[in-house]
């Protein structure tokens, strides 16, 4: 099966800050990646597919890039409502696995 | 409006069996891949099952399979996770997911889950 690794487990960051969150795949997945935004009692919303496809209606502020087996979720200027866990999750194969999270966290 | 809704959780002994549901409405559901993903309390997001669009396809985490099967009526817009031999381990809230596309790939919809505690 394909492992998926975040980096950082935990980030502080303050509004305003660029933030990045790394996800690393054990084999090579194409750009057949998703990140999720999941916030305390609530379901996890998709924002980016596809690697760096923003998903309808998410800010512009989110976004994603890589290829292969590296991966980043990029926010651009952090706002209060971006504090949450972010997951990212690939479909290249037909385990649909995702990486262990990241929490943002209010510095 | 996209809507899926879970049900069927519960308490239930080691060993024993549930089977959840996921009602969905909003989107014709013959045309996507469905997933469960379960979270178990404090952890992360465990990908557990995803069937194909005609239900022809069913895929299972290693840490179910053979336990757990997935199956969908599309007359009924409906998707089920029969699970048995549950074990402690299997304890958490399980959603359900629309899928993008009619294989598997990325979710678009989540339900807001329904919480399964194995336990004596």
């Known amino acids: 099966d394909i492992q998926m690794t975040q980096s950082p487990s935990t980030l502080s960051a303050s509004v305003g800050d660029r933030v990045t969150i790394t996800c690393r795949a054990s084999?090579?997945?194409?750009?057949?990646l998703a990140w999720y935004q999941q916030k305390p009692g609530k379901a996890p919303k998709v924002l980016i597919y596809?690697?760096?496809s923003l998903e309808s209606g998410v800010p512009s502020r989110f976004s994603g890039s890589g290829s292969g087996t590296e991966f980043t979720l990029t926010i651009s200027s952090l706002e209060p409502d971006d504090f949450a866990t972010y997951y990212c999750q690939q479909y290249n194969s037909d385990s649909l696995t995702f990486g262990g999270g990241t929490k943002v966290e209010i510095k | 409006e996209v809507q899926v809704l879970e049900s069927g959780g519960g308490l239930v002994q080691p060993g024993g069996s549930l089977r959840l549901s996921c009602a969905a409405s909003?989107?014709?559901?013959?045309?996507?891949?469905m997933s469960w993903v379960r979270q178990a309390p404090g952890k992360g997001l465990e990908w557990v099952s995803t069937?194909?669009?005609?239900?022809?396809?069913?895929y299972y985490a290693d840490s179910v399979r053979g336990r757990f099967t997935v199956s969908r009526d599309n007359s009924k817009d409906t998707l089920y996770l029969q699970m048995n031999s549950l074990r402690a381990e299997d304890t958490a809230l399980y959603y359900c997911a629309k899928l993008k596309g009619a294989t598997p790939t990325s979710s678009d919809s989540w339900g807001q889950g329904t919480l399964v505690t194995v336990s004596s």
């Open positions: 909003g989107f014709t559901f013959s045309n996507y891949a």
């Open positions: 596809k690697a760096s």
């Open positions: 069937i194909s669009n005609s239900g022809d396809s069913k």
């Open positions: 084999q090579r997945i194409s750009s057949w």
